[in-house]
């Protein structure tokens, strides 16, 4: 489906075709989806009731936000471990990253606002509904990411504290790199990784 998007019978007249749905076609062909949903919006600004744009703008939106999320999949690991049940969590990618899925589902509510506008006048179209889905499920699954590393990230300070365990020095952990070790059943302490490295060299 997503390949065979442009297919969709939506209406578009030949003006907006050939204005604007051939050259962001152009765009798309060379995968740069970003110029692609640019002259797309270009022409709903001029067209706002083209259907055939609306579909494209969602359609060029799902593309950037899909790349986006692939790109993810090469981010370095926030989370490593380090042996002995020690784990470093590198806070700084880790605001990063939840940077980035807040930018994805952006677009992508972007994109559903257009294809909830072509539901109303297409209430119908099994592609529409189709691909409402797969937008739905995408932002789904990346706000549960992003939830469950917002959440991780908010309990740690109440779990292991707000200082290192080396320095007693505080601890931001959206910036820093912190490591946790275990300190018994039910602790968990907190380092600095740069004090930790220290501790374990001596
Ligand atoms: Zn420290």
Not at 5 to 11: A, C, M, N, R, T
Not at 24 to 40: G, K, R, T
Not at 93 to 101: E, I, N, R, V, Y
Request: hydrophobic share 35%.
């Amino acid at each position: 489906m997503a390949e065979g998007g442009f297919d969709v019978p939506l209406k578009c007249s030949p003006e907006e075709y050939k204005h604007f749905v051939e050259p962001a076609m152009q765009e798309a062909q060379n995968s740069n989806f970003p110029s692609a949903l640019d002259i797309v919006e270009n022409g709903l600004n001029a067209h706002p009731a083209s259907e055939g744009l609306m579909f494209l703008k969602a359609y060029f939106g799902y593309k950037i936000a899909d790349t986006m999320s692939s790109e993810l999949s090469s981010f370095p690991k926030v989370i490593q471990p380090l042996g002995n049940g020690a784990l470093m969590v590198d806070g700084a990618m880790t605001s990063q990253l939840l940077g980035k899925f807040q930018e994805i589902v952006k677009i992508l509510s972007e994109a559903e606002e257009s294809i909830n506008e072509l539901l109303q006048v297409n209430p119908n179209s099994q592609e529409v509904v189709a691909f409402k889905g797969y937008i739905d499920s995408k932002k789904n699954q990346l706000g549960q990411e992003s939830e469950n590393m917002k959440v991780t990230i908010s309990n740690t300070p109440n779990i292991a504290g707000s200082f290192c365990v080396g320095c007693r020095k505080s601890i931001s952990y959206d910036t820093q790199k912190v490591v946790f070790r275990k300190s018994s059943a039910s602790q968990l302490e907190a380092w600095h990784l740069p004090c930790f490295q220290s501790k374990s060299k001596n």
